[in-house]
């Protein structure tokens, strides 16, 4: 039997680099840059994939500017939303499974606990908004698909927080980090592996699953674990949301239940400091 065909829109992306170097080269891995595919492009879409006839399409582009997508709602509409839609369609016809990454942020924040698969989405910003539109495109059009909501993402190729932290501990003696806001970070890699496990399992559909590292921490907390393992000497100072008004309201807790995950995938989550240790030492930070 030859092997999976897979095609990953969104390429270049920090997840969709992930997602490059573990599919490659156990399956057959196309994958297209926004200038390759743009996917708000419908005939463009259709062309692709129709040509390609990948067995999985995995959809990780997305317009992620989370404050920008305020200001600009209908392209975040338009990418996260109903070209969504566009590819459900296509790969309808060609009968791929379509894996589609999703949000904490679809929810308002608002929960006492983590959330589960089954709580009532209720995002409070454009770009929530514009991704729950997204997985109901999805839903809509596709009856062969996985929806994966993740939070809090960093790896490689990608402007991300533990990246910024980095480099502005390297800057000043005290950095202002936000103690308000709890969730679990995501090492790219694991989540990459998790996808690869539904692109294996083909028996698997319809169904919406949440995915993070292990362990509930604010971004204060986050923080300081960063510093500390690059060994840059900096004051990290607690401090509420409100100290840093931005354009796009976040949830103040927006931790994941990963049970469903766990029970179906038998994947062991390790915890987001042994993660974070990983990526730290992959990017040649630790020695
Ligand atoms: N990062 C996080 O913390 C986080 C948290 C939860 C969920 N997610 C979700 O995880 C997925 C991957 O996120 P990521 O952090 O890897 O994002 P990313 O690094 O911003 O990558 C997204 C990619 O999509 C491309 N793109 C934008 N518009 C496009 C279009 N119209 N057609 C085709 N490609 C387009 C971007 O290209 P350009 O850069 O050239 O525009 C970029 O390469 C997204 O669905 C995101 O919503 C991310």
């Known amino acids: 039997m030859s092997p999976t065909k897979i095609l990953i829109t969104g390429a270049g992306g920090m997840l969709a680099t992930a997602l490059e170097s573990i599919l490659n080269p156990s399956f057959r891995v196309t994958a297209l840059t926004e200038k390759q595919l743009d ?10 994939i129709g040509e390609a006839k990948p067995d999985v399409l995995i959809n990780a582009a997305a317009y992620t500017a989370v404050d920008r997508c305020e200001q600009e709602q209908d392209t975040a509409n338009r990418v996260n939303g109903t070209a969504v839609g566009y590819l459900a369609q ?4 060609t009968g791929a499974k379509v894996i589609h990454i999703s949000t904490d942020y679809v929810f308002d924040g608002a929960k006492d606990g983590p959330y589960t698969e089954e709580d009532k989405p209720n995002p409070v910003s454009a770009y929530g908004r514009s991704k729950l539109l997204g997985e109901r495109e999805l839903i809509r059009f596709s009856d062969n698909y996985i929806i994966l909501r993740t939070q809090w993402m960093y790896g490689e190729q990608g402007k991300n927080f533990v990246d910024t932290i980095i480099q502005l501990a390297q800057q000043k003696d005290e950095l202002k980090v936000v103690d308000d806001q709890y969730g679990s970070p995501t090492y790219t890699k694991d989540l990459a592996s998790v996808v690869r496990w539904f692109a294996e399992h083909g028996e698997m559909k319809n169904r919406v699953f949440n995915f993070s ?7 204060f907390g986050f ?3 960063i510093v500390k393992l690059a060994g840059v000497k900096t004051n990290i100072i607690p401090v509420d949301s409100a100290a840093f008004p931005r354009p796009a309201r976040r949830p103040h807790n927006s931790a994941l239940d990963k049970t469903a995950v766990k029970r179906i995938t038998k994947i062991d989550i390790r915890p987001w400091y042994d993660a974070l240790y990983e990526y730290m030492k992959d990017t040649g930070r630790i020695r």
């Open 223 to 225: 923080a300081r674990e």
């Open 213 to 219: 590292n292990e362990g509930i921490v604010s971004w």
């Open 39 to 48: 996917i708000t492009d419908k005939d463009a879409v259709m062309k692709s």
């Open 90 to 93: 296509a790969a309808q016809v």
